[in-house]
């Protein structure tokens, strides 16, 4: 006589099912860093020393150089080594957020002869190294995009708490935007580095979270001097300007889980649907912000990059042409041949086609 199933065996199901499908609750529904099966992206330890912090937050104990913990320490998936190492289990989350200058620091002369400023933000549970390094190794925001540049550049990388399983923040894409203007204006003092020209870089949900700064900046602009009228382009990378039907099955598994983690401690924290709905296609906030920004982005070229490639194990592209482009005059869209929305903002060399084509871009915006 087979057993009856009760609850315990039902949690278990639920359980089973939420660790396989997990990684639909990473970054644009999947982790830019960790592969399918599972594995995350290589240790990136020998390039963390050389980034500076910027942090919103000083305090001190924020250490100068960090390390790179693994991307899915919370779902208990380990490296492709078979486990994380001491400094990463280490790694207070905290240490990966706020302003990381990737590049080396410029003196005042060269500060004083112009050049260009670029940041890059990632997207839900991103992280401001891991998002862009590809798993050869390679995080090209630092080894090859400043040698591709002849004029003075700093490379910046942010990092914001988007986590959105058992989290405890309530943080949301203006907060986000708000922290990021902050932490510009710490880099930017005064009228010289305020007129340093902008460029932004954006996978995913960060191109929503630089949208709404630059809407912040241009209504406030009298907090953030600069930042409005120096950004001269944003290379959009798989954004979901229209939201994305991928967040549908994440979302489910959020609200089943969080029905469970009501009789767990409140330090347990819970799963962030709130911002998994704000990327639900045509949702209200996309809309809102959408208007917003047609109306403050007059001057600023943009560039949209979309994924070509299903994102195993899904059946649909997770941000396609439609959703991945805005529809401005002069707005330039580049496929992405080859790369899957995980793929888009990581590139393991400079002779890499899609590279090619995103320096082209930024090129033509450095001028």
Known sequence: ???????????KRFVSRFRSESQLLRDGTLDPGESVGGASGPSNAATSTTASVINPTPSPDTP????????????????????????????????????????RALNEEELRQGGVDIVAIHGITGDYERTWTHPEGAL???????????????????GYDAQVKFSVSKARLDDFARSLLQALNRVRRGKDLQ????IFICHSMGGLVIKQALVVARLDSN???????????IVFLSTPHRGSSSTDWPITLGKALNAILKFTPSSVGST??????????????????ATDFRNQAVGIKIVSCYEMNITPPLKALIVNKQTGTLD??????????????NEVCRFSAQEDTNYQNVLTEILELVG
């Open 64 to 103: 100068k150089t960090v390390v790179t913990p693994s991307d899915s320490q919370l779902l208990g998936d380990v490296s492709p080594t078979g486990a994380h190492t001491t400094a990463a289990r280490s790694a207070s989350p905290q240490s990966r957020f706020g302003l990381f200058l990737l590049t």
């Open 1 to 11: 006589m087979s057993e009856k199933k009760g609850p315990r065996q039902s949690l």
């Open 140 to 158: 090209w925001l630092k080894d090859f995009l400043p040698n591709d540049l002849s004029v003075p550049t700093r490379v910046f990388s942010f």
């Open 223 to 233: 907090l953030y001097p600069g930042v409005q009228s120096s950004t001269k382009g």
């Open 272 to 289: 962030r649907t709130d911002l998994l709905e704000t990327l639900k296609t045509n949702s209200d906030e996309l809309q809102r912000l």
């Open 328 to 341: 401005f005059p002069g707005e330039a869209r580049v496929p992405m041949e080859g790369c899957n929305h």
């Open 195 to 198: 007129s340093r020209a902008l």
